[in-house]
């Protein structure tokens, strides 16, 4: 049963980087046909930010497009996320997730069996 | 991108009772939603799929129903264990706001 791991500083300072590690165990990374980041403000919602296909192929946020990038290292089986510039309003819990696919009746679709438990960043300096 | 609202944003309920959220999506999405629960300081978890798949492990008392713009998640019966936040989201995409269930 494939467990994930989010790792990383829990405090970053305004205009730096935010780095975080998603470890996969329990099976290969290949297991899933995309992977993704989704991050909750203190009190707030889900919010997707980006993923990343099993291939390398990757999708972010619009408004996020700028400063994000996620990458697969495969021979480490884990994912990263770096979001740069980062303010006050990146605060927030970051999970990383595996997605699955299915085929619906027009093209595939895809949801998130598997969560880490969260890691919390702030932002602040 | 499609965007995807829920309602209600809260609800109070009693045990027993029968619960229905609904997500409504701001274009057709075909069967491409899926249904989480997420519980105070824990990582969401996936209740349904494909509008309608119920996730191994989860309890039948949880359905899902809805297909182009109009979905909802009911649960037969609430139980203790069912208070939590619900949110829907447009396959790997936007979720909704999301939708708290608490006690009556």
């Known amino acids: 049963q494939v467990q994930l791991q989010e790792s990383g500083p829990g405090l970053v300072k305004p205009s730096g980087t935010l780095s975080l590690t998603c470890a996969v165990s329990g099976g290969s990374i290949s297991s899933g046909k995309w992977w993704t980041w989704v991050r909750q403000p203190p009190g707030k919602g889900l919010e997707r930010i980006g993923e990343i296909s099993y291939s390398g192929y990757s999708n972010y946020k619009p408004s996020l497009k700028s400063r994000i990038t996620i990458s697969l290292d495969k021979s480490r089986n884990q994912l990263s996320l770096k979001l740069s510039s980062v303010t006050a309003a990146d605060t927030a819990v970051y999970y990383c997730?595996?997605?699955?696919?299915?085929?619906?009746?027009?093209?595939?679709?895809?949801?998130?069996?598997?969560w880490g438990q969260g890691t919390l960043v702030t932002v602040s300096s | 991108d499609v965007q995807m609202t829920q309602s209600p944003p809260s609800l109070s309920a009693s045990l027993g009772d029968r619960v229905t959220i609904t997500c409504r999506a701001s274009?057709?999405?075909?069967?491409?939603l899926n249904w989480y629960q997420q519980k105070p300081g824990k990582a969401p978890k996936l209740l349904i799929y494909?509008?309608?798949s119920l996730q191994g492990g989860v309890p039948s008392r949880f359905s899902g129903t809805g297909s182009g713009t109009e979905f909802t998640l009911t649960i037969s019966s609430l139980q203790p264990e069912d208070f939590a936040t619900y949110y829907c989201q447009h396959s790997k995409w936007e979720f909704g706001q999301g939708t708290k269930v608490e006690i009556k």
């Open positions: 494909a509008a309608s």
């Open positions: 274009q057709t999405i075909s069967n491409y």
């Open positions: 997730a595996r997605v699955l696919d299915y085929y619906g009746s027009e093209s595939f679709g895809y949801y998130l069996d598997t």
